[in-house]
């Protein structure tokens, strides 16, 4: 009987390890994916990137990423230019393969100064793409892997026209997907951070032409005005 006592004692000693090692595993997965994303998204892109924290489920097939930033490029102001708080990935870890990766309602903070915006100067940032990339996408040590879709939905804009001074401005960002991603992970960085700065530079140009043309307007309609109401003076009406 006391045997027996002894051999159930032990298990349990070694389920509490194995669950304790776990346990460790997962928090380091954590960390490791954490790390990956703020020193990938910071080489590619110039400017610091952060995350909160990664939280993982590898029996659920989930991933989700809080509070990621991507600060703004030098020559613009000290605001982030780019906030989601949360981001939420199904994955298939046998085959690693991502199924989607899903950011609601991020905020962008864009600046226009000229002709120059935020998300232009981070596109400029980027590294051209070297010979070499092809070749190690193929090779042994590196982790090659698909993404199926990723969706960035109901984002807000708030882009500050600097220059010509019109002040701030709000509006909805046109949603982004993208299909069919492959490759190691410094060619996914680069693809999907690209494809977001052109996505949201491509926008703000868009919408600032057409704030621009608008006051434009309002200032000739307000020059007309000054200038018959002047003549109005003069006939003593």
Do not use: C, W
């Not at 019109?166 to 069919?180: A, C, I, K, S, T």
Request: aromatic share 4%; charged share 20%; no cysteine.
């Amino acid at each position: 009987m006391i045997r027996i006592k002894k051999l159930l004692l032990i298990g349990l000693l070694l389920i509490a390890l194995v669950a304790l090692g776990a346990t460790l595993f997962f928090n380091k997965l954590d960390g490791l994916i954490a790390d990956a994303i703020k020193t990938e998204g910071t080489l590619t892109l110039g400017v610091a990137v952060d995350v909160g924290r990664v939280s993982t489920d590898l029996k659920q097939g989930s991933a989700s990423v809080f509070d990621l930033t991507i600060a703004n490029p030098n020559g613009f102001s000290k605001q982030s230019a780019f906030t989601a708080a949360h981001l939420e990935a199904v994955v298939n870890y046998q085959e690693q393969s991502i199924d989607s990766i899903s950011i609601n309602e991020p905020t962008i903070y864009a600046e226009l100064i000229g002709s120059n915006n935020n998300f232009q100067a981070l596109l400029e940032n980027m590294p051209p793409a070297s010979p070499t990339d092809a070749s190690s996408a193929n090779s042994d040590d590196q982790i090659i892997l698909s993404i199926k879709k990723i969706e960035i939905t109901r984002g807000t804009i708030n882009l500050n026209i600097i220059e010509p001074e019109l002040g701030e401005r709000q509006f909805v960002m046109d949603d982004l997907v993208m299909r069919d991603l492959h490759g190691n992970i410094d060619q996914l960085g680069d693809e999907i951070l690209s494809r977001l700065s052109q996505h949201v530079s491509g926008q703000v140009s868009r919408y600032a032409q057409d704030q621009l043309k608008a006051s434009a307007k309002d200032k000739i309609k307000q020059k007309l005005e000054e200038k018959l109401g002047d003549k109005l003076k003069g006939l003593g009406l």
